[in-house]
């Protein structure tokens, strides 16, 4: 039914998504259940902390693994920032009157600060109240049909 609706609406709808279009911004939004969405989001973390410990073994193999991790110390740093799960903590619960915003159980002050900056931006974009009012477009629209 969701699809369906969806697809009637005048929203920038896509459709259903692949597990690797979640990465390739092919959509801005992915909207899931909160146990899909929680594998999905887990299984993110995992793959970000595994490839971050296979490249740290991959340069700690020998002196010239070692010499060439030191020249690209700069690039793995800032890969590091990009797939660090601390630096993109907080995700909106909607459907709910209000900003909702969930922080990993396990955040550290990182990951919390960066949790309380999502809410600040929520608010400050009044993201409740254009929710709101975009979804009672849609069915002031799906009503005149």
Do not use: W
């Amino acid at each position: 039914n969701a699809h369906l609706l969806l697809s009637k609406s005048t929203l920038n709808y896509i459709g259903y998504i692949e597990g690797d279009g979640i990465y390739k911004g092919n959509a801005d939004v992915v909207v899931t259940d909160g146990f899909v969405g929680n594998v999905a989001l887990k299984s993110s973390e995992g793959v970000a902390k595994m490839l971050t410990h296979f490249i740290k073994m991959e340069f700690n193999r020998n002196i010239f693994t070692r010499f060439a991790g030191l020249v690209a110390l700069p690039v793995l740093k800032n890969f590091r920032r990009k797939v660090d799960p601390r630096r993109h903590n907080g995700a909106s619960l909607l459907g709910l009157r209000g900003i909702v915003i969930k922080s990993h159980g396990g955040a550290d002050a990182l990951a919390f600060e960066n949790a309380i900056i999502v809410a600040k931006r929520a608010v400050q974009s009044n993201v409740s109240e254009r929710i709101a009012a975009g979804v009672a477009a849609q069915l002031y629209i799906g009503a005149g049909e």
